[in-house]
C-alpha cells in the first residue's frame, strides 16, 4: 500500500502489515510499529501495526493456548473464541 493509497483510503482507521521480509507492505508501518500514527493517512486518528507486533501476540496466544491444552488435565477443544479472548487478554496486560 502506497503513501498515495494511504491518503486515498477515507475510511481506513488501523493498517496492519503482517509481511515481515522487506520491503515494507504499507508505506511507513515498520516491522516493530505497534498502534504508532499513520504518517500520510486520509484520517490523522489512523494507527498502523508491524508483522513483528502482530506475531508476538501470536506467539503469545498459541503458547497459552498450548499450556492449556496440556494442562487441562482432559482434551479440549479450542478455536478462534478461545484464541480471541487471549489475543484480547494479551492487549490489554493480563496475567499469563
Not at 15 to 20: L, S
Not at 43 to 71: C, P, S, W
Request: net charge negative; hydrophobic share 50%; no cysteine.
Amino acid at each position: 500500500m502506497s503513501a498515495t493509497d494511504l491518503a486515498q483510503a477515507k475510511n481506513l482507521l488501523i493498517a496492519a502489515d503482517v509481511n515481515a521480509v522487506p520491503p515494507e507492505g504499507i508505506a511507513g508501518v515498520n516491522m516493530m510499529d505497534d498502534g504508532k500514527p499513520l504518517a500520510g493517512a486520509a484520517r490523522a486518528d489512523a494507527i498502523g501495526i508491524g508483522a513483528l507486533a502482530i506475531g508476538n501476540v501470536k506467539y503469545q496466544v498459541e503458547h497459552r493456548l498450548f499450556v492449556r491444552m496440556r494442562t487441562g488435565g482432559k482434551p479440549v477443544y479450542l478455536g478462534f473464541p478461545e484464541a480471541f479472548d487471549e489475543a484480547r487478554a494479551i492487549v490489554a496486560g493480563q496475567g499469563s
